[in-house]
């Protein structure tokens, strides 16, 4: 009898979890990468990857954050303390401050990968350097 109240426990959650996740509004971003390759950040960046990955992913695709328009990092502090103020979220103070900064470190990467690659742009197309410049720049504003 036991078991069988365990078994119908664990499937209604897993039924109620999937449902929650099942209404969430879908974003362009979440169409993304849902991963980052993080072998190359510093092991403090890495460790905060892990924490990014498992409170994050509780209540969305971790490719909303990973390919959101978002880059300043007070934008993203003010992110993540919304998030971890949601019911479900299970971040701590700890897990905020991590999560934050994980995502402003990530941020300057993306910038960083950005330059290096209209830089090499120019050097073969100018113009198309100055056209996803423009393009960052216009998308510098959209939040997602």
């Not at 990955?53 to 390919?67: D, M």
Request: net charge positive; hydrophobic share 40%.
């Amino acid at each position: 009898m036991n078991k069988i109240l365990i078994v119908a426990a664990a499937m209604t959650a897993l039924l109620w979890t999937g449902a929650a996740r099942a209404d969430d509004p879908t974003f362009p971003a979440d169409n993304g990468p849902d991963s980052i390759d993080v072998s190359k950040y510093p092991k403090d960046q890495q460790e905060n990857y892990k924490v990014f990955s498992e409170k994050c992913s509780r209540c969305h695709t971790l490719a909303r954050p990973i390919n959101t328009s978002v880059a300043a990092p007070e934008d993203w502090k003010a992110t993540v303390e919304k998030m971890r103020r949601k019911p479900r979220s299970g971040i701590s103070d700890d897990a905020q401050k991590q999560i934050a900064d994980f995502l402003i470190y990530n941020a300057g990467q993306k910038k960083v990968a950005a330059s290096t690659s209209a830089g090499q742009k120019s050097v073969a197309n100018p113009s198309a350097a100055q056209t996803d410049a423009k393009a960052v720049s216009a998308g510098a504003g959209a939040k997602n």
